[in-house]
């Protein structure tokens, strides 16, 4: 249970784009919610994107809503986020998160979502 695998994480210059992908086990997919968080250095973590499993709404922490677009492959059991026009305050360690029961204790909960499994990170680097 909880199984998360990121990738595509790189460095970029400011302006350009990346994008993010997250593998997740079949049991871990089929949950409630998939989303994604970040944690710049000395700073806490902090919701980037969700998407509500049930109705596929999305929701966009207000700092990179209209810049990054998070969607999901139901066939690959995938997640993406689709991140353009990069500023360097974009530079952290972006994490996947599924919510998914059973739900652990010492989550965290994001819009109507509460993450208690994670991914190993994956590093984004915006140059100026």
């Known amino acids: 249970q909880g199984q998360l695998v990121e990738s595509g994480g790189g460095s970029v210059q400011a302006g350009g784009s990346l994008r993010l992908s997250c593998a997740a086990s079949?049991?871990?997919?089929?949950?409630?919610?998939m989303g994604w968080f970040r944690q710049a250095p000395g700073k806490g973590r902090d919701g980037v994107a969700s998407?509500?499993?049930?109705?596929?709404?999305?929701y966009y922490s207000s700092s990179v809503k209209g810049r990054f677009t998070l969607s999901q492959d139901n066939a690959k059991n995938t997640v993406s986020l689709q991140m353009n026009s990069l500023k360097p305050e974009d530079t952290a360690i972006y994490y996947c998160?599924?919510?998914?029961?059973?739900?652990?204790?010492?989550?965290?909960?994001?819009?109507?979502?509460?993450?208690?499994?994670w991914g190993q990170g994956t590093q984004v680097t915006v140059s100026s």
């Open positions: 998160a599924a919510d998914t029961d059973p739900r652990p204790g010492g989550g965290t909960w994001y819009g109507r979502c509460y993450f208690g499994y």
């Open positions: 079949e049991s871990t997919y089929s949950s409630y919610c």
């Open positions: 998407i509500y499993a049930r109705d596929s709404t999305t």
